[in-house]
């Protein structure tokens, strides 16, 4: 196509020029650049939330496993001293009951009845 057939649209009115062209198209990255600035500084407090409210949950988590170790020795230390009660009152009771065993053999061997046998007068 010859050059002299393309139409001079340079003085028609409204028509940019090539360098007001560009200058629109320089504001429009600037502006861009600027709202990704804007979201980038966004994302980083955001991020930096998420990091800190993490190592609060984490340090909140140290401290909950902490007392549920601490719980947890505590409950064997008691289930420790339940087991010796109770060890010590089977034995007492196996004692007791031996002796109450041995007495009745004796009131037995001494009167001749079965002071088992002998229902309590009411």
Same mark, same amino acid.
């Given at each position: #196509?010859?050059?002299? %057939? !393309? *139409?001079d649209?340079?003085?028609w $009115?409204g028509c940019?020029?090539?360098?007001?062209t560009?200058r629109?198209?320089?504001? #429009?990255?600037?502006n861009e650049v600027?709202? $990704?600035t804007l979201q980038m &500084?966004? +994302? &980083?407090?955001d991020i930096?939330?998420?990091?800190?409210?993490h190592a609060?949950?984490?340090k %909140? &988590?140290?401290?909950l496993r +902490? %007392?549920l /170790?601490r719980?947890r020795? +505590?409950l064997?230390?008691?289930?420790?001293?339940t087991? %010796? !009660? *109770?060890?010590?009152?089977?034995w007492e009771l196996m +004692? #007791? /009951?031996? =002796?109450v065993s041995e007495?009745?053999?004796k !009131?037995?061997?001494?009167?001749?009845?079965?002071p088992r046998?002998?229902?309590? =007068?009411?």
């Amino acid at each position: #196509m010859d050059p002299h %057939e !393309i *139409e001079d649209t340079s003085d028609w $009115l409204g028509c940019p020029t090539e360098l007001q062209t560009c200058r629109h198209f320089l504001r #429009m990255y600037e502006n861009e650049v600027q709202e $990704l600035t804007l979201q980038m &500084r966004k +994302a &980083r407090e955001d991020i930096f939330g998420l990091v800190q409210m993490h190592a609060d949950v984490s340090k %909140e &988590r140290d401290q909950l496993r +902490a %007392e549920l /170790n601490r719980a947890r020795a +505590a409950l064997s230390d008691v289930r420790r001293n339940t087991t %010796e !009660i *109770e060890t010590k009152s089977n034995w007492e009771l196996m +004692a #007791m /009951n031996k =002796r109450v065993s041995e007495l009745y053999d004796k !009131i037995q061997h001494l009167t001749g009845e079965d002071p088992r046998l002998k229902l309590p =007068r009411s």
